[in-house]
Nanobody, 122 residues
């Protein structure tokens, strides 16, 4: 099983940037998808971005395309989410998750981190 631990959240003004970090441990198979998911107060959890561990193929939800970038460092077993041009609507708890493939389907995720808070003030 993959264990995940997020860090890097915080408070920022609209238009600012943050980098989220997800440290992974355990057995990571090449086909696995590692993703970022967020949950705003009173809303359901939603997919943000994902990356295939073996070849770096990425997927994004439309709202963050052009503003967020997901990447991974296989040597350090770390997944990053670089968030730019942040908006108040990006305020949420951000979770790192692992699925058996690159997917936007949250039901397919098998492991989750504890989450990190991102707060964007307008």
């Amino acid at each position: 099983q993959v264990q995940l631990r997020e860090s890097g959240g915080g408070a920022v003004q609209a238009g600012g940037s943050l980098r989220l970090i997800c440290a992974a441990s355990g057995r990571i198979i090449g086909a696995y998808g590692l993703g970022w998911v967020r949950q705003a107060p009173g809303k359901e959890r939603e997919f943000v971005a994902g990356i295939r561990w073996t070849d770096g193929t990425t997927e994004y939800t439309d709202d963050v395309k052009g503003r967020f970038k997901i990447s991974r460092d296989r040597l350090s077993r770390t997944v990053y989410l670089d968030m730019n041009m942040l908006k108040a609507d990006d305020t949420a708890v951000y979770y790192c998750g692992q699925a058996s493939s690159l997917t936007k389907d949250l039901q397919a995720y098998e492991s989750w981190g504890q989450g990190t808070q991102v707060t964007v003030s307008s």
